[in-house]
């Protein structure tokens, strides 16, 4: 049961930071809007400022990816498991400080928070039923049997 929980917050974590896809392949009027949604305000077009939001999105995709390798194989990347939840962790910290820094809405702010940080307490917590049973090493499939 434990290890289903575990599956279900890396999963939760891999579509939350994966959905950043997104803004990789959106135009700049369409990343303006969808920020408008989320509370910005209109950005002027600027070069740096559409580099830097695929950038951005990119690199969120791409630890996105890796929560869902842990997902799907949390046996044999058990030990990275805690990593990773200490990452969504201080995210949610960063997030949390920042957001009261600067007098944010609640939306998107507390989700985007309690998600961080309910989650990256979570998994934080469930780690430990990633490890395998039988204490042997978890063999990949480059290792000769």
């Known amino acids: 049961m434990q290890l289903r929980l575990l599956r279900l917050f890396l999963g939760f974590a891999a579509f939350a930071w994966g ?3 997104v803004g990789v392949f959106m135009s ?9 949604g989320l509370g ?3 950005i002027a077009y600027d070069r740096m ?27 044999k990347f058990y030990n990275v498991i805690p990593w990773f939840g200490w990452l969504m962790f201080v995210e ?33 917590y469930l780690s430990r039923y990633a490890k395998p049973k039988d204490d042997k090493p978890v063999r990949s499939h480059t290792q000769s049997k």
Request: charged share 10%.
């Open 49 to 75: 400022l559409d580099y830097w939001l695929r950038m951005a999105a990119g690199a969120f995709a791409l630890v996105g990816c890796w929560y869902l390798v842990l997902t799907i194989w949390p046996h």
């Open 19 to 21: 959905i950043s896809v």
């Open 92 to 124: 949610g910290a960063i997030l949390l400080f920042h957001g009261l820094r600067l007098s944010l809405p609640p939306f998107p702010f507390y989700g985007d928070t309690s998600a961080c940080l309910i989650g990256g307490a979570a998994i934080l």
């Open 28 to 36: 700049w009027s369409e990343a303006n809007d969808a920020l408008q």
């Open 40 to 42: 910005a305000h209109p």
